[in-house]
Every structure is written in C-alpha cells, then in structure tokens.
C-alpha cells in the first residue's frame, strides 16, 4: 500500500515516508490509497487476542513495507502494562445498556493522546532507518499542556531522537508545568518561553522554517521533526482501539459479532473521530459517527448545514483540548468523501486560508450526513452530564468525556436511536480535578485549593485512585528551570544539541 497526498493525486510514497517526512511536500496529509478490509471472521478471531496482537492486525495493514519483525518490536514497546497500568491498554466501561465508555486514558500522561504518541516514536525512527537515513531525529514540539508532556513521555530515552518541548512561561496550569519539568530521560529538554502559547507556536515555526538552520543541523546528520497531530503515525495506532473496542464487547457477550454500534467521540482536531471512520470504512460495524463540540461548534455547524467557517467567536472552555476553530484532520475526510478528489479538497483548503469559510457541494455534504451526527455541549451542559453521571451511574467522566456524553444523550433523545454506542473517554477526570470537582459538588471552593489538594479530594470524596504518575509529582525532582525569550529559542536549542 502507498501513500498519496489529499492536495496532490500524483505524489505516492511508502509508508515508511509519510511517516518520516510527516506533511507532503505542497502542504498536503498522507492518505492511504486504498482501504484495507477487516472481515466479520477476522473480527472474531481478533476477539480472543490481546491489544498488542490486534494493534498488529490493524497496523500491519496499513504499514506494508514494515517487517513483522518491525511491527512487533514497535507495539509492544509503546503498549506495555507498565506504561499504561492495565493489562487491556485501553478497557471499555459499561455505564448502561447503550451507553460504553472507551477509557484512553490510561498511559503515562492520563490523556488519549498516550495512544498514538507511545508509538508515534518508535514507527518513526524505524522508518528513518528503513529508509536509510543516517540522522538523528530532532523533535520540537510547542505545547500550551497536554500534547508536549506526551511527546516528551513517548520520546524519553528513544534511541535516535532528542526533543525539547517549549510552553508558554504564563500559559500552563502548575500541574502541567511540574508534569514536564520534573521530565525524566538522557534525551529530553523543557524550556519555558516569556509570552503566551503565540509566541512559542510563532518561534518554533520560524525555527522549523529556517532553511539556513536545516541545512546547518543537517551537516550535523540532525533533522528537526514534529509530533504534530496530522502525521500518518499519530492517526494509524488511533484505528486500533475502535477494533478493540468493538472486540471486547463481543468478548463479554454485549454484542454479537456483526451487530452496529455507534461511536461518539469528544472531537478537537477531529483525528480520533476520523480513525473511527476509517474503522467503519474498513468494516467495523458502525451505524452513525457522533462528533461532539464544546461552544466551539465550527465542527457541528460543519455536518449540519455543509458550511465551515472559523470566522467566529473563540471561546475559552473547561474542555481546553478542544477549544479548536482549524480541525486539520478534517481534510483527510474531505479527501475521502469526495473519492480521491485532490483538486477539490485543495480548493475548499485554499478558500479556507483566504476567507477563512468553504462550503462543500451537495454531494459530499449528503455523504457526510449519512455517516456523521454533530452536536455540541457547553460549560453549563458539560457540568450537568458530570453530575448526573456519577448520580446516576456512580462514574465520574472528565470534562470532555462529559461533552460527549452529553451529545449522545442529546442524540439518543431527539432520534429515538438506542444503539450500543461507544463513547470515547479522552482524559482522566483527574487531569480536569477543578471543572470535575465544581460540577460533582457546587459548593467546594476549588479556588482555594491547589492542584494537589484537588487531586486528594477528587480521590477520597469519589472513592477513585489518584493516577500513579500525579500522584508522587509533587515530590519529584524539578530538571528543567530555563526560561527564555522568543528570540533565544534556537540558541537553548542548539545549547541542548552540543551535549
Ligand atoms: C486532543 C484531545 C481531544 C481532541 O482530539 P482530536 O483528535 O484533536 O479531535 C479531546 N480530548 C482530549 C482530552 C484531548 O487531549
């Protein structure tokens, strides 16, 4: 299988490639050129394997130039008990007869993006080995919390990678702040930035950007890359746990198999909803896709009248990880519904970049229709989904599980479709311990409290374990305690890189 870009039909690379170089060289995203099946019989017999033996199944259909060899070794050293302190990696929740929470939740940094960024490093360097390139992998990641922990977590002591991550000195929560300076790993670097998220996205542009700096680091035999969210590498491992979802229910006997769910999923970027539908279009039985927005509802608008456009209001949510006007991953969808038409998606990509708005054609908005429903929660109705929840269920979902949650009871009520749904659980409610904290219980005063006492109360009030990784945070070592200006930025690097 070969890989083409979504703005360029001509362009067909190996898997190993489009991993390595992440964006096609005209600004397009890597999309398989065709879509392998999974049979109903294959199903079954994957219903009796382990995550790690079903993530091969699933990856190794699409990383066809990978050895078995190669697979093997990348899987298991990203899915692994200790990483992720359960054997199912990723176990499903039943909270009612419709209703079945998926927790991604359960790695190093208690957040969904553990999934894909525990392997993303290990499918990347061994494609620059496969390929032949005799570098090391520089990865520069500019984060505003979660994602830059992740990284730093799946990357940490990576033989042929190095990464330093930059935040914004005023822009984390003190949580995140311990979580990457207190970061572990002979081949990591965390620095933080005078300004807000802006200034460290704009500085780590303008680094990735330099040609001058490329061909430098290159003499170097280094290579700057990102663990951004539109590599082929972050969006494949993302499948398999729709795959495994669905197994484990037909395991416990919840479904037959052959039987559709739905799946509703807490939507940001739109990569997680996106590798549900490449699960349906590989034959996963899935009935309708949920795509659930916070106040940012660019994506809800999108699916109900065919229009995006992110010339609106952006608005600050206890939901931050989905506080997004671009879904870039959307573009892959496009690319998909419209049947391989490059030239299309280029068009409605580039009107996006001038006016900022694209409308699609009759054709693909019915297509998107059929398979997707797009609805949106706010604050207030997010608090509420908390509470009633755990009132009803004894269970305690974090903010943006609670989005979704919200929206599938919405959906359930105004299409009277009870269907077995899977519901994406994207982070620990202890990540969100505040937002989850004031919607369990109007009354706790969550303003006087620091984020540690938090954590002590969420667990002892709600009887839950406070996850071991923020758990003994607050005595660790602390690393990392640079903090630089914008224009300092590659000299940190390049300070790092010496040693
Ligand atoms: C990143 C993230 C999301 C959004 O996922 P996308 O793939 O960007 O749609 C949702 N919830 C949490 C907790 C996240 O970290």
Known sequence: MNYKSTRDNSISVKSSEAIAKGLS???????PDSIPVISQTNIKYMADMSYCERAKEILGRFLTDFTEDELDKCITSAYTKEKFETNSIAP???LNNSQYILELWHGPTCAFKDMALQILPHLLTTSVKKLGLDRETVILVATSGDTGKAALEGFKDV?????????PDEGVSSIQRLQMCTQEGDNVFVSAVNGNFDDAQNGVKAIFTDKEYEKELLADKKALSSANSINWGRLVPQIVYYFSAYCDMVKAEEIQCGDEVNICVPTGNFGNILAAYYA???????????????KNNVLTDFINTGVYDRNRDFFVTTSPSMDILISSNLERLLYMISGGRADVVSAYMAELKEKGTYTVSDDIKKEIGENFYGGCADDEKCAETIKETYDKFSYVTDTHTSVAVSVHNEYMKNTGDDTKTIIASTASPFKF????????????????LDEFRLLEKLAKDYE????????GLEEKEVRFEVVCDKNQMKAVINEFLKN
């Open 433 to 448: 311990n505040g937002a989850v904290l004031s919607a369990l219980d109007k009354d706790t005063q969550t303003a006087e």
């Open 25 to 31: 060289a005209e600004g397009g995203l890597f999309v």
């Open 464 to 471: 839950l374990r406070v996850p071991s990784s923020l758990a």
């Open 159 to 167: 033989d042929g990678t190095k990464i330093i991550v930059f935040f």
């Open 92 to 94: 499903v929740y039943k």
């Open 280 to 294: 349906k279009c590989m034959g996963l039985p899935v009935k309708k896709l949920i795509c659930a927005s916070n």
